[in-house]
């Protein structure tokens, strides 16, 4: 069924009616009878912030180029189009057919972020799609996740068929020619999810039970089937080079987030910051060639026309090959009248040359991530980062006519105390100091933006056991910054709304009887969670009361290294053992360097080679 | 330099983006052709191309026209024919011609505009005449200016032309309209003109309205 006869008379009445109308270049239109499935590839949150996405574009590529399958997007629907789909009684649809999404094969939603999962029960109830999956029929389709947040399913588990845990780009197109083999075959929804429950990667939440204890933590992960795996191993691509890389990128007519050509450069990284998800999951680091890269940035901007490439990675500069590429892509950049963007560039000399040169006479600011405002709480977080590094870095942006300096932090980290808040206004003042020394008293303007957010524990960190600040902690931590910024001239100052961090954190470690809350939450009506706009706190408060469930439990409650967590089951293949010793390390405010000097055994290279481990030894 | 000029339509669901995305979709259309624009000077160099008069999102155009600058000469046909495969479903490139290198820019040169503006029947009703709504010396508006204040605005002596037609169950209105940077009359502040005349509430969304053709002053011709 097209849906279109029926959108079109909305499109005149919503706003930016350019995120629902699809064509865009690139988008790929098929029929959807030649193929043997149909995927809908769902971000829950806006077309903009979507379609800035590169996951999303690698996969769709993936998929589209195999004859047997059809991918097509779907986003979250503004609330003023929600409104009036409702009140039209027009389901969720793909954007490039405008079919709706109930008689796709698959709707696969990408979990980027714990606040948007209400958005996921939104849409798949905007979709006529029974939001349980015990509750779907033979005929619905298959409702299944992948993303970073796969890495702890739980909240989500009563909600989902089928999660895809690690690299997606091979994953998720065998799940779909397996697809299409059982189709043909007419056996049963549970059948075929028996038949995958053992490809690496794949976790099938319903046959699985956990049990929990009297005082409320889990016993055990019961397995409601022999067949099923005891752990759950992340898919991994062994080698990047050889993974399907997109050279044809879907182009928005409408402006997003962002609006250029990206190649991803490497997976991975070797730093190890004991708070950070990334650095754990995505681990080892695989590089992409050089010559690869140059050749899908070129492919990349002539099938686009795009005026801007940037590179993506966990730390740019970690690239083995980095002046090198840097120098020629600028070079290449130049000659098409196209502008280089590097995020997140050690700021060493060379970046500093690379600076002068992609930025000239706009530039824009710079930005430090210290995370922490003292060396003891950094070596904590073994953020390898010094103050020497920062003023250094600064002194020299200062010469060469740098004009606002951002930096971030953390608040909250484990063992923090007033001395590291201290720290982070010192740091500043520092900065507006090396001003005055450099360029006089009215050396023009400068600006300093100091932004905190608040520490939400992760699973799969060394930080998993840790209790997350209360709601009244951070707060009084905004206020403390705040009454001391204040005095500093030239100091912006910006954090997070508290409440929104303690949500993320009862998401990020929940368990399965979340499920219950999320609908609950989402049945009071709360969305876009991400969106301050849209979040509501009292709402979810509400929710948390009606469920019977404590934020408590989940977000400000120290675990034992001995608790069942509810992601043990999940193996990102670094080890339990050596997230207990790096949370150990840490108390001890020890530092372990970047693996790169040599491996500090966190158990992935027993699964696949690692090609940076102590390439610096 | 070498300048150019191109004209096309939009059409179907494509005019559901704005003249900035369309802006942005030539540009990047050019950078795949290989066509070379003229970049300005300064800090900010951007390439030399531009409307000769912005179409509303949600309006079909059926001639706009794009001026533009190339750093070669080329046959203008060879541009279509370049330019034409890169363009999605519902932009058409139906001509392109060189441009006299001296003088304003068409931006500077255009002053009205002939729209055709459809309603259903049902929705206008009988009673609505061309020629008594013609008649009348005022038709006053209201509309907000720059401060954001709402002014009322007699629109009558930016009517250049209006004439009606009635094709099936829809009500035409064939206007031309002052459309230029001295004096710029939105069909918008139009159709609030005929609620107020007809008493009728007429939904913007009920409404269809396409440009059909881009005027020049002293009657210039491209």
Known sequence: MNLLKKIEPLLKKIEKPGRYIGGELNSVLKDPQSVHTRFGFAFPDSYEIGMSFLGLQILYGAMNQEDGIYCERVFAPATDMEAMMREEEIPLFTLETKTPVRELDFIGFTLQYEMSYTNILNMLDLGGIPLYANLRTQEDPFVVAGGPCAFNPEPLADFFDIFMIGDGEELIVELCRRHGEWKKTGRTKEEFLKSIACLPGIYIPAFYTPVYGADGTLQKIEKNWEGTPDSIQKAIIPKLEDAFFPEKTIVPFIEVVHDRSVVETFRGCTRGCRFCQAGMIYRPVRERSKEKIENLAKELLLNSGHEELTLLSLSTSDYSRFEELATDLMGMCKEQNVSLSLPSLRLDNFSFQVLQEIQGYKKSGLTFAPEAGSQRLRNVINKNITEADIFGSVEKALELGWNSIKLYFMIGLPTETKEDLDGIVDIAKKIMDLNYQIRGRKGGRFNVTVSVSNFVPKPHTPFQWFPQNSASEFMEKHYYLKDRLKGVRGVTFHYHHAETSIIEAVLARGDRRLSALLQEAWSLGCRFDGWSEHFRYPLWEKAFDNTGLSMDFYAARTRSYGEILPWDHIDSAVTKEFLIRENEEALKEALTPDCRLGCTACGVNQRVLCEMEGVHA | ?222
């Open chain 2, 1 to 222: 330099m070498h300048k150019y000029y191109l004209e096309f339509s939009k059409t179907g669901n494509i005019r559901f983006i704005s003249h900035l995305d369309l802006l942005r979709l030539y540009k990047r259309a050019f950078k795949r052709s290989g066509i070379e624009l003229v970049y300005s000077q300064g800090f900010n160099p951007h390439p030399k191309l531009g409307f000769a008069q912005p179409l509303s999102l949600g309006y079909e155009g059926l001639a706009e026209i794009l001026e533009f600058e190339t750093v070669k000469e080329y046959s203008a046909n060879e541009m279509k024919e370049i330019l034409n495969p890169l363009m999605p479903e519902g932009i058409r490139i139906q001509k392109c011609e060189a441009l006299p290198r001296e003088g304003k820019s068409l931006a500077a040169l255009a002053d009205g505009a002939l729209y055709q503006i459809s309603i259903p029947m049902e929705i206008i009703g009988k009673d609505f005449s061309s020629a008594d709504f013609l008649a009348k010396t005022e038709l006053n508006v209201e509309k907000k200016n720059k401060k954001k204040e709402l002014v009322t605005l007699n629109i009558r002596p930016m009517i250049r032309n209006l004439k009606e037609e009635v094709q099936e169950d829809f009500f035409l209105i064939h206007c031309d309209l002052d459309a230029g940077s001295t004096s710029n009359l939105s069909p918008e502040l139009l159709l609030q003109a005929i609620r107020n005349f007809t008493g009728r509430p007429i939904p913007g969304e009920e409404v269809n309205i396409i440009r059909e053709k881009i005027y020049y002053v002293n009657k210039y011709q491209i």
